[in-house]
């Protein structure tokens, strides 16, 4: 008898654990597919009205939502074939190239408007820093360092691949290369443009002059993409620690469940960010909304 109803506990305890597994990944598409929607709204608007595309900065806000279109679908896909049991065609080394390199990209997109902030404030005598080439450069080249950065988990084993052994170092390299870097490259940047900003607001102040508003897009923009970053940092920082480590055992399985949740409610919340603070955006959202309630 005490078997029996040993069998049955543990037949309900799998059960739940099934259940709060489709609850996750049922939060997950969901969460996915309102971010793709909403980031490819956003890209559309921006490309297509020549009064947005006309503002430089938009671009930065269009690359980090086009990283969140990419890190989306690859958590939608992962999602997808976890609750149908699917195996899929990539192998586990490719997938883990494929995901690190999404979170490689959507933590350097925001390095690479610190860093174009920098050269455009602290040299903005320099009419290249503020061309169209120099943000394409910076674009492109956030691009290609995180598609090199990401290459060790081509060619050994890391977090999807659970069945093999990894090494000893790649934990420590994909949290090095997509978390830490990234803070201390953010971090660097905007103490350094920030006290650039105070030191030229006050004296302009002392002179007198007019041009205490000159960077004033800049910071705003680089205020909204700390934003952002902090929030995807959080997100993802308890994911990555216990995936890395393999400590998923140690978690309790609704404090699990929360954390695979939370990274896709981040990036939902990073692309509504961009959204509202992008103020011609948001006024012309609201009157397409207004025209057809």
Known sequence: MHENASNTYNQSANRLYISNDSAVFSIQISVSILSIILAVLYMVLVST?????????????????????????????????QLLTVSSGL???????????????????????????????????????????????????????ALLIALPQLFSNSFTCPGDEQPEFMPYYTLVTTLLLPVAIVSLCNIRIFLFVRQSTRRVGVTGGSGQNSHSRDVFLLKTTIGTFVAFLIGWTPLLAIQLFNKNNLIPSFLNACIQVLPSITILYDVIVIIYTNQPVRNFIKQIIMRHP
């Open 49 to 81: 009205r020549p009064l947005f595309r006309k503002n430089k900065l938009n671009w930065f806000t269009v690359n980090v939502c086009l990283t969140s279109v990419f890190l989306c679908s690859i958590i939608l896909q992962i999602s997808i074939q």
């Open 91 to 145: 192998s586990c080394r490719l997938q883990a190239y494929l995901a690190d390199m999404a979170a490689c990209q959507m933590m350097y997109s925001h390095c690479v408007v610190a860093i174009s902030r920098i050269f455009t404030i602290v040299y903005s005598n320099k009419q290249f820093f503020r061309s169209n080439s120099y943000i394409w450069l910076c674009i492109g080249l956030g691009w290609a360092f």
